[in-house]
C-alpha cells in the first residue's frame, strides 16, 4: 500500500501537533502530508517524520488531492472549509463541534460506534474530549445493562482551551507565586490555584453548551434518547488530563466486581483501583496515554443500581488527537475511508 | 459582662489561628485567653488583641478556670483531652471528628441545628468543612421541600490537610514550574497542578472515611435517616476554599427561581448567579469570607424533582473557625454556655 494524501488543519495548534504525534507514532501510511492553518502562515515549519514541512494556509484548492482530511479549528472555519474540502472526495475528520448534530455527519467513538463511519458522506465528526473518555469508559458497561442516568462532575484541564490558555495558567501561577497581580484572558477569572465552573457559554437553562453538549453527544453515539445526564463542567489548574466523577444510575444493579471485570476486558480502557495502596487514575499520570483510567470504582449507596467511578484521560491525546486518527485508521480497515477516486473518474 | 476565660488548643496550625483572628473580630467577650499545643512548645508566643502570649503545652489542669475550650486538634488528642477539660466544667467546642457519632455529643451547625446544643454535656462537635458549606446551603431548601437524595462532588483546597499541605502545594508548584522533580509528602501524589481523588482513608465499601463521614454527619445534623448521600471527595490544587458540585433530589419539583429567592434570604448564604457576566462563586475569590456562596442554580435536566448547585466557602474559616466560634457565640446568646460555676460550688 502506497499510503493516502493526508492534510491536518490547525496543525499549529495543540491537537494538530498531537495528530502529527500520532501518525507518526502509529507509523500511519502517509503518502504526502500538508500541513495547514486557518490564518495566514508566513512560512513556519513544523517537522513531520523528520522532514521540514512549511504550514500553509488552508485554501479549498489545496484538498484536491487530499484523501484524509483532520480538522482541528474553530466551529466556523470548520463549517466553511470542511465541506469544500470533503466535495474534493477527501474524507474530513473534524472535532470543530461545527457538524455534533447533523443528521448528515456520523459522530464517532471508534470503540463504540465504529459502524456509523458506513454512512459518512465525506464528514466524519469526533466528539468533545469530555464526552469520548467518558463513553469509552461507560459503554462496556452500557452493553450488559443499559444506563438510564448519568450525574457527571468534570476537572477540566487547561488544555482543550488552546494553547493561549496553557501560557496563560503557567504564567499566572509564577505571578501569584511571587505575590504579584494577574490579569486573566482566556478565562473570565483567574485559573491557577483556583477552580471555575464555567466551560463554554452559558445557556438559557443555566448550563454551559459544553455541559449540553455531553449530554447530547453522548446520546447521540449511543442511539438513544433514554439516559438521562446532567453535566458540571468545572476547569481545574491542571495542564493536560480531564477527570470526571461519574455517578450511573443502570437498568438494575451491578457491583463493582462485575464491572471491575468488563472493564478489564474493554478497548481503550485500563482500570486503575487499588485503594489500599493510593491507585487510582490522576491527570498528571494519565498526560501522554493513550488510555481511558478508570478507578474507584464503587456501589452508588444512594442508589441501588447505582455505580460511582473516576475517569481519567489525557484530553489533547484519547480526548481528541487519538479518536480522530482512530476514526481514519478503523475507517480504512473497514474500506470506509480510502485513496480517492480521482475527480475524473468520479465525474466519468 | 465579664467575659469568658477561653483556650484554644491547636492554637499554632491554621484553623487554630483563624480562631484567633474571628475572636478578635468578632470582639468576643474574652476574660482571659490560653493558647495551647498538644505538643511540647518551647515558649513560642502568638498575638491575640495585640498582646504577646505564650503558648504552652496543653496540660489537663490548665483547664480548670477555663469556661469554652476550642479544639482543633487529631482526633486521638481530642479524645484524651476534651474530656479532661469537659470534667472540669469547661464547655468543650470540637472539631476534630472525634465525637461526631457520640450519642452524647451533639453535632451542631448554628444556622442548621442550634437546639440540639441545648443538651450538650460539656463537649459540642463542630463537623467536617465539607458538611458545614452543605448543609448551610442546603438547609433553607431542606425545610421547604424535604431533600431526598444528595450526589456530591467536591473540589477541596490543600489548606483542610493543615498548613504542611499548604508549604507542600506550593513548593510543588515552584519546583514543576522550574521543570525539578518533586517528592509528596503530606499526600500519596503530586498535588501541584493535578488532582487526587483520595481525602482520608479508604474505607472497605470503597468510598472513604470523609467521603462517609459527610453523608452521616449531614444525616446527623437534619436527624433524619431518610436522605441517601453519595459523595465523591477530590483533592484540588487551591490553598483556601472547599467547592461542591451539589446535584439534589427533593421530595416535589422546586425551581431555580424559588432556590434563589429562598436561598437569597438565608443565614450565612450568599447567592452569587449571574452567567451572562461568568458571576459565580470561587474559591479565590470566597478566601477569608464568613458566608457559604451558592451559585448556578438550575433545574437539574436528569431528574424532575431535581436541582444542580455550585457551593464554595472558605474551609478553614466558615467551615472550622467562624462554626466554632459561632457555637459560642449562640450557646452563650441562650445560655447553653456560660461562665463555669467553680468547681467548689459545684461540689456543695
Redesign the interface.
Known amino acids: 500500500m502506497e499510503g493516502f494524501n493526508v492534510a491536518i488543519v490547525g496543525a499549529t495548534d495543540i491537537v494538530g501537533q498531537e495528530i502529527v504525534k500520532v501518525l507518526e507514532q502509529h507509523k500511519f501510511p502517509v503518502a504526502s502530508i500538508q500541513l495547514l492553518s486557518p490564518q495566514y502562515s508566513s512560512g513556519v515549519k513544523l517537522l513531520f517524520n523528520h522532514q521540514r514541512i512549511e504550514v500553509k494556509e488552508a485554501k479549498p484548492e489545496l484538498f484536491r488531492d487530499v484523501d484524509i482530511a483532520f480538522f482541528s479549528v474553530s466551529a466556523d472555519i470548520s463549517r466553511r472549509l470542511a465541506p469544500l474540502a470533503a466535495e474534493t472526495g477527501a474524507v474530513v475528520i473534524d472535532d470543530s463541534g461545527a457538524f455534533d448534530m447533523s443528521s448528515t455527519v456520523p459522530l464517532v467513538v471508534p470503540e463504540v460506534n465504529p459502524e456509523d463511519m458506513e454512512w459518512h458522506k465525506g464528514i466524519i465528526a469526533s466528539p468533545r474530549c469530555s464526552t469520548i473518555e467518558m463513553v469509552v469508559a461507560l459503554h462496556p458497561l452500557h452493553k450488559v445493562n443499559p444506563i438510564k ?3 457527571l ?1 468534570t ?1 477540566e484541564s487547561v488544555s482543550s482551551s488552546g494553547s493561549a490558555a496553557l501560557k496563560e495558567m ?1 504564567n499566572q ?2 505571578l501569584v ?1 511571587e505575590g504579584r497581580r494577574i490579569c486573566p484572558h482566556v478565562y ?3 485559573i491557577a ?6 466551560i463554554g457559554v ?1 445557556l438559557d ?4 453548551r459544553e455541559e449540553q453538549r455531553i ?1 447530547e453527544q453522548a446520546r447521540r453515539i449511543w442511539h438513544t434518547e433514554n439516559i ?3 453535566a ?1 463542567c ?1 476547569r ?4 493536560f488530563g480531564h ?1 470526571q ?1 461519574v ?1 450511573v444510575e443502570f437498568g438494575s444493579p451491578i457491583t ?1 466486581d462485575e464491572a471491575k471485570k468488563i472493564l478489564a476486558q474493554a478497548a481503550g480502557v485500563r482500570v486503575l483501583d487499588d ?2 495502596v ?1 491507585f ?6 494519565a498526560s501522554g496515554s493513550d488510555h481511558v483510567f478508570v ?9 441501588p443500581n ?1 455505580l ?1 467511578m ?1 475517569i481519567v484521560a489525557d484530553n489533547v491525546r484519547k480526548g481528541a488527537a487519538l479518536n480522530a486518527v482512530q476514526i481514519a485508521e478503523t475507517g480504512i480497515e473497514r474500506d470506509w475511508v480510502g485513496v480517492k477516486q480521482s475527480l475524473a473518474s468520479l465525474n466519468e
Chains 1, 2 share one sequence.
Do not use: C
Open positions: 442516568r448519568i450525574v462532575s476537572y503557567t501561577a509564577r507565586l473570565s477569572h483567574q490555584f483556583n477552580v471555575l465552573p464555567e452559558f437553562n443555566g448550563y454551559t449530554a438521562a445526564i446532567s458540571t468545572v481545574v489548574p491542571v495542564w477527570s466523577a455517578t463493582p485503594p489500599t493510593s487510582y487514575p490522576q491527570p498528571w499520570a478507578g474507584r470504582i464503587r456501589k452508588d449507596v444512594s442508589h447505582g460511582v473516576w
